[in-house]
């Protein structure tokens, strides 16, 4: 099975259309995922690996 995407700031599902992933810019292994919403409003994300904190 394929992993699943999910939004780091909120969790929702990312279904692929209107959402946003991309590496964590600070460490560059994790896979920062943004939906709609929260990239909209600039909600902050935190990666799992090394505790960036970005908007
Ligand atoms: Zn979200
Ligand atoms: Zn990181």
Redesign the pocket.
Known sequence: MGQEKICTSCGVRLVGRTETTF????????L?GRCMNCRDQSVRYK??????VGP
Do not use: D, M, N, R
Not at 23 to 30: A, D, I, T
Not at 47 to 52: H, I, P, Q, V
């Open positions: 590496l964590c810019p600070s460490c560059g292994k994790v920062i990666c799992s690996e090394c505790g960036f």
